[in-house]
């Protein structure tokens, strides 16, 4: 069993659908990450966060420490959201410990 | 200010042969962290590098080896070249005494024949 884990792997929506992805996690960590990758390869950090929730722009990130898990929302999604996302966890050093990643496409 | 700027952006090579990759770190960062991440996969940590010194390592085979500079920059260097090893190669890096996230660069595409 990997020690992230997302769900859904693929997602479609149409534009201005409420997006909702999860991760959960079997290890002990000091942050949860969540990043974007679009097809070119380059990877862009949008939260790190170790309790709480936090919020930027249409983007939402939570996390529940207590039950492993955490969720990045997106409000009102856009074709420019399609991209991979990507739940990490980091430990006492900067180590990242990758989820496989969510395709997310959105259509017009 | 630049950010993580990895070279070059793609690379052919054939089995058994032997590949560096570079990597320059964000300015004002001092660690770099190398991934691999095979296709349809999420990134797999490979190893990293404080102050000239490999600071911890991932389950690599010791043909993946790894050099930093004075200067912050660093090298990733893979030996006797597998199939296997074609991937995107990710370099990121973070400023080791602040508590922020890694910021990565667009990766080398290596792709063994």
């Known amino acids: 069993k990997n020690e992230v884990e997302q769900s859904p792997q693929n997602l479609t929506a149409q534009e201005g659908e409420f997006i909702t992805i999860n991760c959960s996690y079997s290890v002990g960590i000091s942050a949860l990450h969540w990043l974007q990758q679009h097809p070119g390869g380059g990877i862009v950090s949008l939260f790190m966060l170790s309790s709480g929730k936090k919020k930027h722009g249409r983007l939402i990130a939570t996390i529940n420490i207590q039950e492993k898990h955490s969720s990045l929302h997106i409000t009102a999604s856009h074709p420019r959201d399609s991209a991979v996302y990507i739940c990490?966890?980091?430990?006492?050093?900067?180590?990242?410990?990758f989820g496989t990643g969510t395709r997310l496409q959105v259509f017009p | 200010d630049a950010g993580v700027t990895q070279s070059p952006t793609h690379l052919i090579k054939t089995r058994g042969q032997q590949v560096t990759l570079r990597c320059s770190p964000k300015?004002?960062?001092?660690?770099v962290s190398w991934y691999q991440q095979a296709l349809g996969q999420g990134p797999q940590f490979i190893f990293q590098y404080y102050e000239e010194e490999e600071r911890q390592r991932g389950n690599f085979p010791d043909r993946f080896s790894g050099h930093q500079f004075p200067n912050y920059s660093s090298e990733l260097n893979v030996n006797a070249l597998l199939l296997g090893d074609s991937a995107l190669y990710l370099c990121?890096?973070?400023?080791?005494?602040?508590?922020?996230?890694?910021?990565f660069g667009d990766g080398t595409r290596l792709s063994i024949l």
């Open positions: 990490a966890v980091s430990g006492n050093t900067d180590k990242l410990i």
């Open positions: 300015s004002g960062h001092d660690t």
């Open positions: 990121a890096s973070s400023n080791t005494r602040v508590v922020s996230p890694q910021h």
